[in-house]
C-alpha cells in the first residue's frame, strides 16, 4: 500500500487518498517508542454508511479488514485501541421516531467494538442522548472500559466511571485516563467538575502512585481545550481528542505532549506509531471480497434485518395500524410531531407531473429522481435514517405510515415499492395516474412546500418559487455530500451551481 506523505492538507485533498501519513516533527517522544495507538472518534451511531455519498466510508466491516491489514504491520508490537466519545448517537436527544432505530444500533457498536478489542472509551455528550440508564445498559454490554475523570453523580458526588485504568504493553506500563467538557450537556442528576482540575489530579496519581511510563489522555474537549489543555498539565505524552471534529492529518505538538483527532462517522482509523501519524480512509476496497465475509459483515446483515424490522413496527403502533402485543415498544400516549397543518395533503410527483410534464421531464433526468433507487442498491431503502432525506413526508400524518406504503395507486391498494422505483424511469406521465401518490425520492414537495389547493387556485400558486439554501443543507451536510464543503464550511460557488443544476425550467 502507498502511503503519500504531507505536512498540512485540506479534508477534501485528503479524501482522494485511501491513507496519508504524516510526522510529527524529528523529535521523537521516547516513551511513546514502540507503542501503537489505534483511534477513533466522533463516529455517531453510524455502524455502515447508508450509499448516499459520493466516496461512501467507514463500517464496522470495513474497519475488521483494515484492522487486520494494520495489526498484520506491527509484528510482535501491542497496540492500544481507544475511543474518545460520541460514538453511539448522531444527535441528542435521541429521535422519537429514530428512537427504535437509533438505541438498537447503538447495541450493535458495542458488539461491534467488542469484537473489535477496543479497550476503552471516554464518552461525549452524544452518547448520553437516551439518558444514563440507557448509557449504562450499554456499558454492561461492553467488553471495553469506560473512564471519565470527572463526571460525578451530583447526589453522592461520587464519580460514575472509573477515572483512569493501567495496562501494559510492550514491556511498558501506561495510563489511560478520560475526561469530559464540562460545558457540554449531561442527563439531569450528573455534572462534570472542571477538567483541567480533574486531569492534573490523575495524571499526578497515575505519574506518582502508579509508576506509569507513558499517559494517554481521551479528552471530549475540543481541539482548542485539548491545545489548553496540553499547556496546562505536564505530563501527559499523548492526548486523543473528540467533539470538534477537527481532523488532524499531522498531529499538533504542544510542550511534549502529542495531540491526535480522528475525522467523523468512522469514516478514517487514525494510527500513531514511533512519531508517525497514519489516516486509513474506510472505503470500498476494505469491503470483504466475495464468499469471504468477516464477523462484521454478519453482524451488520443481521442488524440490517433486523432495523427493517423494528421500523415496519415502529412504524405500525406510531401512525395506529395493529401490530403483535409482543412488538410494542412504542408507549402509546407518544405522538408524532404534527409538521403539516390541518388539511395538508402531499399530492406527489405522480399528480404534479399531470399539468407540468416539462419540469417533471426535467427532474425524471436529476439525480433526485433516483434517490430511493439509491437506497435499494445498498440495502438501505427500510432504513428510516436513510429514508429521511430519499423520500417524502416521514413524520407527517400526511405521509407514509410505513416503509412498504410509500406508493399507493388511485383504487387505494397498496403498491410494491421496489418494482415502482425499477419501472419510473421508463414510466410515462399516462401511466402515473394510475398512482394516487408516490412518496419516493426527492421531488416537487420536498422543494416547494406542501400545496394541497395548489391544483384547485386560479391566478395563484400557492408553493415556494425557489427553495432556500436550508431545504438543500438539511441533507446534503458536511459528512453526506464533502464534496459541496471546503474546510468545514460551504463552497458558495459550487452550492450555486448545484442549486442550478436541479432548478426546474418555468
Same mark, same amino acid.
Given at each position: ?9 485540506? %479534508?477534501?485533498? #485528503?479524501?482522494?487518498?485511501? #491513507? ?16 501503537? &495507538? ?7 451511531? !453510524?455502524? !455502515? ?5 459520493? +466516496? ?41 421516531? @429514530?428512537?427504535?432505530?437509533?438505541? /438498537? ?13 477496543? !479497550? ?29 475523570? +470527572? ?8 464519580? =460514575? ?12 506500563? &501506561?495510563? &489511560? ?12 442528576? /450528573? ?31 475540543? @481541539?482548542?481545550?485539548?491545545? %489548553? %489543555? ?7 505524552? =499523548? ?23 480522528? $475525522? ?21 476496497? /476494505? ?6 465475509? +468477516? ?11 433486523? &432495523? ?5 413496527? $415502529?412504524?405500525? !403502533?406510531?401512525?395506529?395500524?395493529? =401490530? ?59 432504513? %428510516? ?46 401511466? @402515473? ?7 419516493? +425520492? ?59 443544476? =436541479?432548478?426546474?425550467?418555468?
Amino acid at each position: 500500500m502507498k502511503l503519500i506523505k504531507f505536512s498540512r492538507i485540506g %479534508l477534501a485533498a #485528503c479524501l482522494l487518498w485511501s #491513507c496519508a501519513e504524516a510526522p510529527v516533527s524529528h523529535h521523537e517522544n521516547r516513551p511513546l517508542s514502540g507503542l501503537p &495507538i489505534v483511534y477513533s472518534a466522533n463516529v455517531s451511531g !453510524e455502524i !455502515e454508511p447508508c450509499g448516499c455519498r459520493g +466516496n461512501p466510508s467507514g463500517g464496522l466491516d470495513r474497519r475488521w479488514n483494515a484492522q487486520k491489514e494494520v495489526f498484520a504491520s506491527f509484528d510482535e508490537k501491542q497496540p492500544l485501541v481507544v475511543d474518545s466519545g460520541d460514538l453511539f448517537f448522531r444527535g441528542a436527544p435521541v429521535p422519537f421516531l @429514530l428512537a427504535p432505530q437509533w438505541k /438498537y444500533q447503538a447495541q450493535v457498536l458495542v458488539e461491534g467494538y467488542n469484537s473489535l478489542g477496543i !479497550e476503552f472509551l471516554a464518552p461525549g455528550e452524544l452518547d448520553f442522548a437516551a439518558g444514563m440508564d440507557a448509557f449504562i445498559e450499554l456499558r454492561h454490554r461492553a467488553r471495553f472500559k469506560v473512564l471519565s475523570s +470527572n463526571i460525578y453523580e451530583e447526589l453522592s458526588g461520587a464519580l =460514575v466511571f472509573d477515572a483512569s485504568a493501567v495496562v501494559e504493553k510492550n514491556g511498558k506500563k &501506561i495510563g &489511560i485516563l478520560g475526561v469530559y467538557d464540562e460545558e457540554l450537556d449531561l442527563p439531569a442528576g /450528573y455534572r462534570a467538575r472542571p477538567h483541567i482540575e480533574a486531569v492534573k489530579q490523575e495524571v499526578n496519581k497515575l505519574r506518582s502512585e502508579k509508576n506509569v511510563a507513558v499517559v494517554v489522555a481521551l479528552t471530549h474537549l475540543g @481541539l482548542e481545550k485539548d491545545r %489548553l %489543555l496540553a499547556a496546562s498539565v505536564s505530563g501527559i505524552d =499523548v492526548i486523543v481528542g473528540a467533539h470538534s471534529h477537527s481532523f488532524l492529518t499531522k498531529p499538533e505538538r504542544v510542550g511534549e505532549t502529542i495531540i491526535l483527532h480522528s $475525522s467523523y462517522r468512522g469514516q478514517h482509523l487514525g494510527v500513531f506509531l514511533d512519531g508517525t501519524n497514519t489516516f486509513y480512509q474506510l472505503e470500498d476496497r /476494505y469491503i470483504s471480497p466475495a464468499g469471504r465475509s +468477516n464477523p462484521m459483515d454478519q453482524l451488520l446483515l443481521r442488524s440490517k434485518k433486523r &432495523i427493517a424490522e423494528l421500523n415496519a413496527e $415502529s412504524d405500525a !403502533e406510531i401512525f395506529g395500524d395493529a =401490530v403483535p402485543a409482543k412488538n410494542k415498544h412504542v408507549r402509546a400516549e407518544k405522538k408524532v410531531r404534527n409538521t403539516t397543518t390541518p388539511g395538508q395533503v402531499l399530492q406527489t410527483f405522480a399528480q404534479c407531473a399531470q399539468c407540468h410534464s416539462k419540469q417533471h421531464e426535467f427532474v425524471s433526468k436529476t439525480r433526485h429522481s433516483s434517490a430511493y433507487l439509491t437506497l435499494m442498491k445498498v440495502g438501505q431503502n427500510r432504513n %428510516l435514517e436513510c429514508l429521511q432525506c430519499h423520500t417524502l413526508g416521514q413524520g407527517m400524518p400526511s405521509g407514509y405510515s410505513h416503509v412498504d406504503r410509500l406508493v399507493i395507486g388511485t383504487d387505494g391498494s397498496q403498491l410494491n415499492v421496489e418494482k415502482f422505483a425499477s419501472e419510473l424511469p421508463q414510466m410515462s406521465v399516462a401511466e @402515473l395516474r394510475k398512482v394516487k401518490r408516490a412518496l419516493i +425520492n426527492v421531488q416537487c414537495e420536498s422543494c416547494h412546500s406542501v400545496a394541497p389547493t395548489h391544483a384547485r387556485k386560479s391566478g395563484g400558486t400557492n408553493i415556494s418559487p425557489k427553495p432556500g439554501a436550508a431545504t438543500c443543507l438539511a441533507c446534503h451536510t458536511s459528512d453526506r455530500a464533502p464534496g459541496w464543503y471546503r474546510d468545514g464550511k460551504l463552497d458558495q460557488k459550487l452550492f450555486a451551481e448545484k442549486l442550478e443544476s =436541479v432548478s426546474c425550467p418555468r
